[in-house]
């Protein structure tokens, strides 16, 4: 029977993109249509390549695992949640080999269905994740400057306007230096940068932490930004220090957002 490599190929980069959609969404992340599809096509690549007589050693179980490791670093990138990303990107694609050898369907129909299965499951099936965590891509903007970030949804962080009740979302003084323009000290010394007159729109917001004495920081409003899906001119505080050294993350929303 003969064998096409362009349908090799094709298959593996709709099956790999599948699952790594899969993943983003297991592991609580948005997904990222770009990466995926730039890890599908290395993988369609190398399945094209493993076919090809001289080179049919490259599908050893040696081999695979490098794929899926480069695989892995181009769609998820290298930092603390890659690993896990990583995990459960191997863990879906053994998944989906057990689903096809218990279905006995191998051809190129029952694989994608198997796959498209697994996505479905992945993206309606798991309401909570395989971590406690679920992040949240924003592009907050002030004047001309804009900044995109990836936010935590944490349902601790119950942050609100005292005047107004609004849910108040908190970034680092990182962020703050790069949206607004000023100095990370400004943040340190909230009431003193307020009393200078350095930027009109600032405010004080009253915030307590656990472990922490309470204090303040400043906050303004933005221009109008997204974060998620939603446009919004949102309310915004910047902590004195950057949120959450080393994570993916930099800023913290509510529960609700």
């Known amino acids: 029977m003969p064998v096409y490599i362009d349908l090799i190929m094709l298959l593996n980069f709709l099956v790999d993109f599948l699952l790594l959609l899969g993943t983003n969404r297991l592991s609580g992340f948005p997904p990222d249509w770009g990466k ?11 399945a094209g390549i493993c076919i090809l ?4 050693f490259l599908g050893n179980l ?3 695992s490098v794929s899926l490791v480069l695989m892995g670093l181009t769609a998820f990138g290298w ?8 995990a459960v990107f191997i863990l879906l694609s053994m998944a989906l080999g057990g689903i096809a050898a218990g279905s006995n369907r191998r051809d190129f129909p029952g694989l994608i269905c ?15 994740q395989v971590g406690t965590r679920e992040y949240v891509p924003a592009e907050l903007c002030w004047g001309d400057r804009c900044v995109r970030l990836l ?13 107004t009740g609004e849910q108040v979302l908190v970034c680092g003084a990182d962020v703050g230096e790069e949206l607004l323009g000023l100095p990370r000290m400004a943040f340190a010394n909230p009431a003193d940068a307020l009393a200078s007159g350095i930027l009109p729109g600032l405010r004080l917001i009253p915030y307590h932490a656990v472990g922490r004495p309470s204090g303040m920081m400043l906050a303004i409003r933005l221009s109008p930004s997204k ?20 994570e993916v993350y930099r800023m913290l929303t509510g529960g609700t957002i």
């Open 53 to 56: 007589p001289g080179f049919r």
């Open 36 to 46: 995926a599809a730039l890890a599908a096509a290395i993988g369609g690549v190398y």
């Open 151 to 163: 936010a935590l949804k944490d349902t601790g962080n119950t942050l609100r306007d005292p005047l």
């Open 62 to 64: 040696l081999w695979r």
């Open 114 to 128: 198997c796959a498209g299965l697994l996505w479905l499951l992945c993206r309606f099936g798991f309401r909570g």
């Open 227 to 246: 974060i998620g899906t939603e446009v919004r001119t949102p309310l915004v505080a910047f902590a004195p220090e950057e949120i959450a050294r080393g």
């Open 79 to 86: 930092n603390r949640s890659a690993l896990q990303k990583n």
